[in-house]
């Protein structure tokens, strides 16, 4: 014979409150330290720092373009021959 569904909710929500109070609690805030102190080691950005760098490097890749294009403008200008 099966509980009733409240007897289980009443399970269910004892077992969530021992979790989020006990040292289940205490165990997650550790272990999340340890991994972000991990990370930091590991010297990895965050995507934001990542996307921020994306950004800039598009930016920087597009004005190296624009520069080479009036450098090769500027060699044809002084290797035109000039009217005397």
Excluded: W
Aim: charged share 30%.
């Amino acid at each position: 014979m099966l509980p009733n569904q409240k007897f289980l909710d009443d399970i269910g929500e004892k077992i969530s409150q021992a979790v989020n109070q006990g040292p289940f609690k205490d165990m997650e805030h550790n272990l999340r330290a340890l991994v972000q102190s991990a990370l930091q080691k590991l010297d990895i950005v965050t995507r934001e720092e990542f996307d921020v760098q994306q950004e800039v490097l598009l930016r920087t890749r597009e004005q190296l373009v624009a520069l080479e294009a009036r450098v090769v403008e500027l060699e044809k200008a002084i290797t035109a021959p000039q009217p005397d």
